[in-house]
């Protein structure tokens, strides 16, 4: 059970970081050093999707109202690019933090050229959902895409960069489906859920 001196812990936290945040629209490709010495094997994460976990995701993002919209994530300190690579005709840039920490901290960034318009993959670690609940699947993997955000898989650890490349893959191309897909239509008085998948559980 998540006690109220944990909520309270937790929003603590979020209102004391939020203006060190970004968000996935926001976010910049320029000047982005490519990683020196990165073995793309580090990491071991089994997926972990729990409904519980996402649903207080969904809520954090919808308290942030309908003009803040977007999954947000402290501004790393250092950002390097991994790689480029092209799956499906889609032109994809990989890009990881050295050293993830914040409270809502990110791993891996993945900018997508799709033929409709760009997205971004985020892969992030949420600190107040981990303070809230112990042993929380609380790294949630998202996209924004033409106003609609949608998450895919849950791990409690980050995953390997070849584990988190092979899911991109599979979202860029379809074959991946979404656990959890919400938007925020204007003038509403709330954000509307579009799709929830089998494996919301």
């Not at 799956?87 to 994809?92: H, T, Y």
């Not at 960034?109 to 042993?135: D, N």
């Not at 949608?150 to 979202?171: G, Q």
Request: charged share 25%; hydrophobic share 40%; with cysteine.
């Amino acid at each position: 059970m998540i006690s109220r001196a944990n909520i309270w812990f937790a929003l603590l936290f979020l209102l004391t970081y939020a203006g060190t945040c970004v968000s996935a629209d926001v976010a910049e490709e320029v000047d982005v050093p490519d990683c020196a010495t990165f073995s793309k094997a580090k990491g071991v994460a089994r997926a972990t999707p729990n409904s519980t976990d996402l649903m207080i995701i969904a809520n954090m993002l919808e308290r942030q109202g309908e003009g803040d919209f977007h999954i947000k994530y402290d501004k790393p300190l250092q950002e390097c690019r991994v790689e480029n690579f092209q799956s499906g005709g889609i032109q994809i840039a990989a890009y990881r933090v050295p050293e993830v920490k914040g409270i809502s901290a990110l791993s891996y960034r993945f900018a997508l050229a799709r033929p409709e318009g760009p997205s971004t993959i985020l892969f992030v670690r949420s600190g107040v959902l981990a303070v809230m609940k112990q042993g929380a699947s609380s790294v949630h993997v998202s996209e924004e895409r033409s106003g609609v955000i949608s998450w895919y898989s849950m791990y409690k650890d980050v995953p390997s960069y070849e584990a988190a490349r092979t899911l991109v893959e599979d979202i860029a191309n379809g074959k991946q489906e979404a656990l959890l897909s919400v938007r925020w239509l204007p003038g509403a008085k709330e954000g509307d859920v579009v799709h929830i998948g089998k494996k919301f559980k």
